[in-house]
């Protein structure tokens, strides 16, 4: 583990292994560092990805590292503590005390979604709490759903289900939003939430602060999208604030202004799905690659 790779790739997800795969096959050396915690590790299935709908996450990943295996890359299992430049390019620091070198760096560290502050909701994430329609939404097609999100998720949600409340909970909704909601049937609950009521096995109801339950068996959120960061900070990488979350400045193909860094999938594209990540990781290796011959 003491030689110059040619890159380290922070992220063993579908965008990070993807890229890792691009690179591997080119002939370079390349590591990843995986933590070991994917966002959609509670999801029973991945959805939206051709020829591989429903195939549960881990064995995906599974797969995945396989494949980088196969071509000769490594995958390392560890929290990245550190990740510095040097003069030789960069040093990336684990957990253990590893210290790996490298002349390129792939961050695709993901993100970590936050939910909005209502108790119940965190026990069921992944589950009978969803974010995402085309993820999630054939799953829980028909079922009573709850929305406490936006007006525009609730819409997304109608599509699947003839039975939504959108729980405004203090959000302003315009006129012209509420005409849309009564024209497909949308409830609109303006009483605040005070807790999400379940059962072990799943959800019940909304629980009001008048003490008023709403029935419903699904919980659709929009939950705020942070790219993660952790141990990566001493790269200098730039963020930036959006209307759902706060992501890494990119451009084309993943390049940053920290020249010898990309980043791919959703550190830096928040709404990206398993397929999307996975693309902008292989785009990013390619472009790696280039870059390492120039």
């Not at 990943?61 to 929290?79: A, F, T």
């Not at 997304?156 to 315009?174: C, H, K, M, P, W």
């Not at 999938?265 to 709404?271: I, P, R």
């Amino acid at each position: 583990m003491n030689e110059l790779w040619d890159a380290v790739v922070i992220g063993g997800g579908a965008a990070g292994l993807n890229g890792a795969i691009m690179l591997a096959r080119s002939r370079r050396s390349v590591v990843v560092v995986d933590s070991g915690t994917p966002r959609n590790a509670p999801a029973d299935g991945v959805h939206g990805l051709l020829g591989l709908d429903g195939i549960p996450p881990a064995e995906l990943l599974g797969r995945g590292r396989d494949e980088v295996r196969k071509y000769g890359g490594r995958i390392v299992h560890g929290e990245v503590v550190k990740a510095e430049p040097t003069p030789d390019g960069f040093t990336v620091t684990l957990a253990d005390g590893t210290s790996l070198t490298a002349k390129r760096v792939l961050v695709a560290t993901g993100l970590r979604d936050v939910l909005p502050d209502v108790k119940g909701l965190a026990e069921h994430w992944g589950r009978g709490v969803v974010h995402c329609p085309y993820c999630h939404g054939w799953e829980v097609r028909d079922e009573p759903i709850g929305v406490l999100g936006s007006a525009h998720h609730a819409l997304l949600f109608r599509q699947l289900s003839d039975d939504i409340v959108f729980f405004a909970n203090g959000t302003e909704l315009e006129d012209d939003t509420r005409a849309k909601f009564a024209e497909r049937g949308i409830r609109i609950v303006e009483t605040p939430v005070a807790e999400i009521e379940s059962t072990k096995e799943q959800i019940t109801g909304v629980r009001l602060t008048n003490g008023e339950v709403v029935p419903r068996r699904v919980i659709a959120v929009a939950t705020t999208m942070i790219a993660r960061t952790d141990g990566i900070e001493g790269l200098g990488l730039p963020l930036e604030d959006v209307p759902n979350g706060r992501k890494f400045v990119t451009g084309m193909a993943g390049t940053t202004p920290v020249k010898g860094v990309w980043v791919a999938g959703n550190a830096t594209d928040l709404t990206a799905q398993v397929g999307a990540s996975a693309a902008a990781g292989a785009l990013a290796g390619a472009h790696m690659n280039a870059d390492l011959l120039a």
